[in-house]
């Protein structure tokens, strides 16, 4: 099953998690210090909450599909189409992911995506394809080069 994801930046996580817990009636699949996701089974959506100081904004959006072969086809597939997928594996968001990234025309940033496995770290900072300029952004979020986090 393929899903749309939507990671927000929010200020709260807690009342974010309390809202969106009523909102979908559903509890977070996996939560962390600043961070939490939810695995909406009804409308198909992966809703990622990543605390942040500019709450209320898009983080990324992504489609998770099931395995690593399905993002090797979504990366053919984009590059076909001409839009020069930037691929990445690793540690993102408290899992293990094999991923491609894309930007939209105004740069937002979308991701095709598998779990490999879940991890106890957050994961390495990295750089958004095109959407930010800064070396230690991960998702939309700035980090200190030496700490741990990315998405």
């Not at 993102?92 to 991890?119: I, R």
């Amino acid at each position: 099953m393929s899903r749309v994801q939507l990671a927000l930046n929010v200020t709260d996580l807690a009342a974010a998690v309390e809202f969106y817990s009523r909102l979908f009636a559903a509890e977070p699949a996996k939560r962390r210090p600043g961070y939490a996701n939810f695995a909406i089974a009804e409308p198909p959506l992966k809703l990622v909450l990543i605390e942040n100081t500019t709450g209320g904004s898009l983080n990324h959006l992504g489609v998770e599909v099931e395995s690593a072969a399905e993002v090797a086809t979504a990366e053919r597939r984009l590059t076909d189409a001409g839009l020069a997928p930037a691929p990445e594996s690793g540690t993102c968001c408290y899992a293990v992911q094999e991923k491609v990234w894309v930007n939209d025309p105004d740069g937002a940033p979308w991701e095709v995506y598998t779990v490999l496995a879940d991890s106890p770290t957050f994961g390495v900072p990295h750089e958004l394809p095109q959407a930010s300029s800064a070396a230690n952004v991960c998702c939309g979020v700035e980090h200190a080069t030496t700490a741990v986090g990315c998405c």
